[in-house]
Nanobody, 128 residues
Framework: QVQLAESGGGLMQPGGSLRLSCVAS????????IGWFRQAPGKEREGVSCISRDGSTYYADSVKGRFTISRDSAKNTVFLQINSLKPEDTAVYYC??????????????????????WGQGTQVTVSS
């Protein structure tokens, strides 16, 4: 079965850190650019980061300096490290595969319609 599965979310205190995982089943993540998105209640899905096949990384201005995206090919997994958590980071976090054929994050990497395969999401709640 071809699917993506996110994990690692939870209830966290402000200032804390966590690492989200995006594991692929039935296909190899290495061939794709992978994006991370988040969606807070009542808000649109927001693209926060993307990693290309060659390891190039991209971040939304709102998360730059606090989020780090990375790959582990052996584990067929992409990670999103989130540091200095803020209440505004509260959202469901999703990973997705870019639909482009070259494995590169496009100039529109923050647009959900650039991606064609999504995981079910993992909830991150930041609250004291």
């Amino acid at each position: 079965q071809v699917q993506l599965a996110e994990s690692g979310g939870g209830l966290m205190q402000p200032g804390g850190s966590l690492r989200l995982s995006c594991v692929a089943s039935g296909f190899t993540l290495d061939y794709y650019a992978i994006g991370w998105f988040r969606q807070a209640p009542g808000k649109e899905r927001e693209g926060v980061s993307c990693i290309s096949r060659d390891g190039s990384t991209y971040y939304a201005d709102s998360v730059k300096g606090r989020f780090t995206i990375s790959r582990d090919s052996a584990k067929n997994t992409v990670f999103l490290q989130i540091n200095s958590l803020k209440p505004e980071d509260t959202a469901v976090y999703y990973c997705a595969t870019d639909r482009g054929p070259w494995g590169r994050c496009s100039g529109s990497y923050q647009r959900p319609d650039e991606y064609d395969r999504w995981g079910q999401g993992t909830q991150v709640t930041v609250s004291s």
